[in-house]
Nanobody
Framework: QVRLAESGGGLVQAGGSLRLSCAASGRTFSSYAMGWFRQAPGKEREFVAVISWSGDNTDYADSVKGRFTISIDNAKNTVYLQMNSLKSEDTAVYYC???????????????WGQGTQVTVFS
């Protein structure tokens, strides 16, 4: 069974940075795509970023391009989301996701973590 455990959320001032981590366990992940979604209060869950297990390919939502960076440490089975220049509109619960697939599209993720809260204040 795939288990995803996020950490690193918190309270940060606008313009600041946070790094989220997602530790994956329970499987061999070499064929997985790993990513992040978020859900703000009163809004639908939205795609943020995705990375192939090899780390060779990534994709981002337009709203975070140039500010967020997704990366992976295969030895630790851990995916990271470095978030810089944070804005109040980035406030949301951030979820780590995983799926056995090679495309990096924003759909079809079966495995979800419990989420970590990120709150950006002005």
């Amino acid at each position: 069974q795939v288990r995803l455990a996020e950490s690193g959320g918190g309270l940060v001032q606008a313009g600041g940075s946070l790094r989220l981590s997602c530790a994956a366990s329970g499987r061999t992940f070499s064929s997985y795509a790993m990513g992040w979604f978020r859900q703000a209060p009163g809004k639908e869950r939205e795609f943020v970023a995705v990375i192939s297990w090899s780390g060779d390919n990534t994709d981002y939502a337009d709203s975070v391009k140039g500010r967020f960076t997704i990366s992976i440490d295969n030895a630790k089975n851990t995916v990271y989301l470095q978030m810089n220049s944070l804005k109040s509109e980035d406030t949301a619960v951030y979820y780590c996701v995983a799926e056995v697939k090679h495309d990096l599209g924003p759909s079809g993720y079966r495995y979800w973590g419990q989420g970590t809260q990120v709150t950006v204040f002005s």
